[in-house]
Structures are given as C-alpha cells and as structure tokens.
C-alpha cells in the first residue's frame, strides 16, 4: 500500500515533512515504556488522519491558520511519574490539538490515538454509534468488561459542563470551537504507556456536529478535576513534561513524560499564575521580548497577569502559530523587520504579514519571563515555502474579531524543547531538546 505523504509543505525545521524521495520507513508499531509516550503529529506517516491528497505550501499555511483561529475563539471562551509516552505530530485537526498519543481502554484494551490538549480538562473519545463522529475507529463499550456509566448523584456528573440526566446516567453537552458535542459520563481503565488508571472518568461522544472536534478524541492535561493529572495524582503527582517534534517528523519522535521520576534535572523554571476564572490555563508572567539583542519597547500593560479579565500569557499546547495581543505583535514585528533590513520588501501571506521573497538572516527572539530566558532560534519562529522563494514571521497578532487579551505561547515555537509542568510546586520548565 502507497502511504501518500505530504511532501509539499515547509522546509523549515519546524514545518516540512519528508519528500516521496525518502526511503526511511517510519516507526509506527513503536510500544510505549514505562510512564513515556511516543508523541506524533496528526498528518504525520503513522497517522490515519494524515491527508489524502498533497496541498500547496501557501494553502497548508492558510489552513493552519484558520485552524488557530478556530483555536483562539476556543482559549477565548475559555478566558472569558515515573513513565514515557510517545508523541508523534497531527496537523489537520480543525480545533488543532497538532499532537497525539496511543492510550488503551478497556478490559481488554482497545487502542486509541487522542489529542494532548493542555487547555482541556475531560478527556473525550467517539464510541460506537456516535452520530456524526469522523473516526474510523471508535471505542466499543460493549467489548469492555470494566466499562460503566457514571451516575447522576455522582461527584463526576457535577464536574462536567451542562450535566443532564436521562434515566439514572449522566450527561454533558459542551462546545469545542465551531462543534457541539454531546457525551454520556463514563468510566473505564485507561492506560497509558504500561500504567493502568482503573475508574478513569471520560465523556464517551455520542453526537457531534461541526468539524472542530478532533476526530480521534482528546486526552485534557490541564489543571481541573477531571483532568489526568487530577485522575493520576497518586500515579504522576500532578507533573509531566513533553518534547513536541517538528511538524515535519515522520515517526512517533517526541515524548510525554508522566511523573516527577525521570524529569530534567538541569531545567530553569517560571511560577505558573493561577487564574480561578481559567482555572485549567498555565498561565505564566512573560516580563519582556527581545529580538536580536534588543528589548523591544512594549506597554506593561499589553503584557500584565490580570485573572478578572484573563488578560496575559499561557502555554498551549493546541495552538500552532504564537499570537500576541496587537501592541505586542506589533512592537515585536516591527524590530524583526529592522534587523532583517529595513529596505527589503516585505509581502504577507493570509495571516502573516511579515514575509519575504528573497533570502533573509533573522534575528533569534527571547521571551522572558520571570527568572527563565527560552531563546527561539529561526528553526522555532520562520516558515519557508519548499522552493524557499518566501519566508515569514510564523507569529501573529490575536485576530480581531476574538475578544481575546491572551498571548498564546504556541506549539511550533515549543517544538523541540522540553516543556516540564510541575503543578504541586506551581512552576513550569523550559529547556534545548531536540525530540525530532
């Protein structure tokens, strides 16, 4: 069988995925270890949601980008161990949760891909008869032997948005991006790498419309009670840390790492901030942004914490391009266009308004944030078209018609770093790893 490959698109470190020439086979069978899963990018290889058919590199970049619109509308409303698992890349999910892992549920286990979304709390998986679900392979509770509904007095039935009771089991409805979902409160064993969670609460999808949610499922890591980290305390003790590879990996290269065992030892921190109106976001205080050498003069106002608003900057792990609020972007852009030659013509493509048509030297870009410096070389912040005829600025400013006052550190800008989240000790971790 022809695997199609999507040749077309970035020759970026961080947006290309091999050429048909390629003879290196890639590594899907790959068994998760320990607490470690393999991670991998949707349209990559080993995945079943890869394309059907090559695009252009400008519709590629204008598709991701409509899908991080998508994306910031959802953060928007949001605003209003011991082990290894792999990860591997995923680009054409609408609601852009770009990297997924293999989890088992069940008894015995059926496996599944799901999304890593570290704005989400729930996880979520189509089942059997789902109408409107997209995935060719659901979860079948019948084949469960530990499968049960959640009851309608339960602790859980009071956790999930818009709980409904039809008979004695319990229901929720919620929206994801343009789609609305609906699911019956669930329990089963889910395991992840060689970990088994007994009684993990999920939503088992029954019906969805739109086509924002992802088709696989979501697995949420962020901080609320229905989380992993909340189901796994006793097991992870509410830390993990994840490396996300290029987009243009073929195989299961990246990781997430459940658990304080095995974490980085030489890794600098930031506090995370809590917002107990956003209380799943990780949020963080990002003080400055320098290019080149340079700190960019930028209101403190654009950049301050401010949890009755949800005004300031999260890690997410969904979102593709980075997007600042507009003084931000805009003081950011405008010393990128200086140090790369202010004589040079600059062009846009869709939402990128900072390219250009000849070859260029970029400056690398600094965030700092409180006692933690991540230097992003132009692997981490240009995109470039196959020919390298166009390069642009892979950030951009919130788009204008999403009330949003969030600055959005994003996935291809956390690509091949460490990212380590130790919630107990309300810090997150950044460091170098090439995880490709």
């Not at 600059?346 to 070859?359: I, Q, S």
Request: charged residues 15%; aromatic residues 8%; contains cysteine.
């Amino acid at each position: 069988m022809k695997i199609p490959i999507f040749s077309n698109l970035f020759t970026s470190l961080s947006l290309h995925l091999p050429s048909p020439r390629t003879n290196t086979k890639p590594k899907c069978d790959i068994e998760d270890h320990g607490s470690t899963l393999k991670v991998y990018h949707v349209f990559s290889q080993c995945s079943p949601f890869k394309p059907s058919k090559p695009m252009s590199w400008e519709e590629s970049v204008l598709q991701l980008q409509a899908k991080d619109q998508t994306r910031m509308q959802y953060l928007s409303s949001l605003v209003a161990g011991r082990s290894v698992i792999p990860i591997a890349s995923g680009r054409q999910i609408i609601q852009s949760p770009t990297y997924i892992v293999k989890a088992k549920i069940g008894t015995p286990p059926q496996t599944l891909l799901l999304a890593l979304d570290t704005s989400n709390d729930a996880a979520w998986i189509p089942c059997t008869a789902c109408v409107g679900c997209s995935t060719s392979k659901p979860f079948d509770p019948a084949k469960s032997t530990s499968f049960k509904n959640v009851g309608c007095g339960s602790t859980q039935c009071k956790q999930v948005p818009n709980p409904s009771c039809g008979g004695s089991a319990c229901a929720f409805n919620f929206t994801y991006g343009s789609s609305s979902i609906a699911a019956s409160v669930v329990q089963d064993t889910l395991t992840l790498a060689t970990d088994p969670i007994p009684n993990y609460t999920f939503g088992c999808v029954r019906k969805t419309t739109g086509s924002s949610a992802p088709p696989q499922g979501l697995l949420g890591l962020g901080r609320g009670p229905l989380s992993l980290l909340a189901q796994s305390q006793n097991l992870y003790q509410s830390t993990f840390s994840y490396c996300l590879p290029s987009f243009k990996s073929p195989n299961f290269s990246g990781s997430l790492r459940l658990g304080p065992l095995s974490q980085p030892k030489r890794i600098r921190f930031t506090p995370l901030l809590r917002n107990p109106r956003r209380s799943s976001l990780y949020y963080v205080n990002l003080v400055a942004i320098k290019v080149g050498r340079r700190i960019v003069d930028i209101p403190p106002a654009a950049l301050a914490f401010n949890p009755t608003t949800g005004a300031g900057t999260i890690f997410d792990s969904g979102t593709v391009f980075t997007r600042l609020v507009e003084p931000v972007y805009t003081a950011v852009r405008n010393e990128f266009r200086r140090r790369v030659g202010p004589k040079l013509t600059v062009t846009t493509l869709g939402g990128f308004d900072t390219c250009y048509n000849v070859p260029i030297v970029a400056p690398n870009i600094t965030f700092m944030f409180s006692g933690l410096n991540v230097t992003l070389p132009p692997d981490n912040t240009l995109i470039h078209s196959t020919a390298g005829s166009t390069t642009c600025l892979a950030m951009a400013a919130a788009p204008d018609n999403v009330n949003s006052v969030l600055n959005v550190i994003a996935n291809m800008q956390q690509q091949n770093h460490r990212v380590l989240f130790d919630v107990p000790n309300s810090r997150l971790g950044v460091a170098r790893e090439l995880c490709t």
